[in-house]
């Protein structure tokens, strides 16, 4: 199987790297790339130290068409909208830091900054209508292009929780190619952090951890 894993930062292969051994050991083609490489550059030394390391390939193209905004936007905006859920009463720095980013992150997400409280059924409602709306967003030429030319069997980003994250970009191609009734395409997420319902492709990546589980 051929496997594109794609984390945050370098410093996650702390948690990961007997796992990326693991799939080269037992035959599976493993290709690695970072989403921001700059952040502890140094972990990567713990590649070298590897007996089946993967095929780092760098950083992870981005989105850089008209849609960009918009998309980070939207994907922003349902990270602070989550957090309106009164399940998460007591997440007052994780909201807070939601909603900074909304704000920061421009029009498509600024004006749910300014919710501050809605019910249980609101907030369900109004995040299906923004991932919808995310959904409807055509792909990435660039990042479609990259995940072509790597054709994997499997996706898998990590941690995929950081708010507006550009990581659901990697995810989306894969997911929309149709090569599911062909073979076993599917998105895997890794969480290390706290659970999430955010992304976009969420159920694809559910999907995708149960098939890694039942046949690496």
């Given at each position: 199987?051929?496997?594109?894993c794609?984390?945050?930062?370098?410093?996650h292969?702390r948690?990961?790297?007997s796992?990326?051994?693991?799939?080269?050991?037992?035959?599976?083609?493993?290709?690695?790339?970072?989403?921001?490489?700059?952040e502890y550059?140094?972990a990567?030394?713990r590649?070298?130290?590897?007996?089946?390391?993967?095929?780092?390939?760098?950083?992870?193209?981005?989105?850089?068409?008209?849609?960009?905004s918009?998309?980070?936007?939207?994907?922003?905006?349902?990270?602070?909208v989550?957090?309106?859920?009164?399940?998460?009463?007591?997440?007052?720095?994780?909201r807070?830091?939601?909603?900074?980013?909304?704000?920061?992150?421009?029009?498509?997400?600024?004006p749910?900054?300014?919710i501050?409280?809605?019910r249980?059924w609101?907030?369900?409602?109004?995040v299906?209508?923004?991932?919808?709306?995310?959904?409807?967003?055509?792909?990435?030429?660039?990042v479609?292009?990259?995940?072509?030319s790597?054709g994997?069997?499997?996706?898998?980003?990590?941690?995929?929780l950081?708010?507006?994250s550009?990581?659901?970009?990697?995810g989306n191609?894969?997911?929309?190619s149709?090569?599911?009734?062909?073979?076993r395409a599917a998105?895997?997420?890794?969480?290390?952090?706290?659970?999430s319902?955010?992304c976009?492709?969420?159920?694809?990546c559910?999907?995708?951890?149960?098939?890694?589980r039942s046949g690496?």
């Amino acid at each position: 199987m051929r496997i594109l894993c794609d984390l945050n930062t370098p410093g996650h292969l702390r948690l990961f790297d007997s796992t990326l051994d693991q799939l080269g050991a037992r035959g599976h083609d493993v290709f690695l790339t970072f989403t921001q490489p700059d952040e502890y550059p140094g972990a990567l030394e713990r590649l070298g130290e590897l007996g089946h390391p993967p095929t780092h390939l760098g950083q992870g193209p981005r989105r850089e068409d008209e849609f960009t905004s918009m998309a980070r936007g939207l994907r922003g905006a349902v990270d602070y909208v989550r957090y309106l859920d009164p399940r998460f009463a007591a997440a007052d720095f994780l909201r807070a830091r939601a909603r900074e980013r909304a704000l920061r992150y421009g029009p498509f997400s600024r004006p749910f900054a300014a919710i501050r409280r809605l019910r249980p059924w609101q907030v369900r409602l109004l995040v299906r209508a923004l991932m919808a709306a995310e959904r409807a967003l055509p792909t990435s030429s660039r990042v479609d292009d990259f995940i072509r030319s790597v054709g994997p069997d499997l996706v898998v980003v990590s941690p995929f929780l950081t708010a507006g994250s550009s990581q659901t970009e990697r995810g989306n191609p894969l997911g929309r190619s149709g090569r599911r009734g062909a073979g076993r395409a599917a998105v895997g997420e890794l969480q290390a952090q706290e659970g999430s319902d955010r992304c976009s492709a969420h159920r694809r990546c559910r999907a995708g951890a149960t098939a890694t589980r039942s046949g690496a």
